[in-house]
Each structure stands twice: as structure tokens, then as C-alpha cells.
């Protein structure tokens, strides 16, 4: 008889990271959380090291939720690691719904 092996996954990971010393900070929002969360909630991950050139920062905010599921807004920003620095930002709205 073979096992079939099922692992809880994360929603979603968000990363903060450093070009410069390759630190990371990694912040993973469960099913559970998510289901908890209200519209405005907000997690982040930031760059641990703190440097303005060639770092990236990702946050997640709810803006809407209902019984089917929730919709985050998720916004990646920093700094790019050329000489002469520029900002960025990208933004990505996702709707995760839930199981019933």
C-alpha cells in the first residue's frame, strides 16, 4: 500500500533581501491568518540589512474581504544596485478564496 504525503503550504512568502550581504528576511502568511485578517491588515518583509542601494522590500495589505476569500494588494519596492541608484515598485493585486 503506497502513503500519499499532503503538507500545509503557505498562502504566500514574502521576501526583504540585501544585494549587498545577501541577508534575507522571509515573512509567510498562513490559510489561517489570512482567514482571520481583517481589511487593512498588513504584514512586511524589509531588507535586514538596511542599505538604500540594491535592497527590495515586500508588504501585503487586505483590501477587501468577504465569506469566499480576501484580496491583497502586494507591493514590492527598493532600490536598484546601480551606480546611480533609482527606486522601483511594482504592485499586484491577488484574490486568494477559500475552500468551503
Known sequence: ME???VCQTPAFTLQGWSHWD?????????WDELKAAKPGDKWEARDP???RRGSENQEAVVVYKDD????VLH?????????????????????YEFTK
Open 49 to 51: 540589512s538596511n542599505f
Open 22 to 30: 545577501h541577508r534575507r528576511e522571509e515573512v509567510s502568511v498562513s
Open 3 to 5: 502513503t500519499a504525503v
Open 75 to 95: 507591493r514590492t519596492y527598493g532600490l536598484t544596485n546601480d551606480e546611480r541608484p533609482s527606486k522601483f515598485v511594482s504592485l499586484e493585486l491577488v484574490w
Open 68 to 71: 469566499n476569500g480576501v484580496a
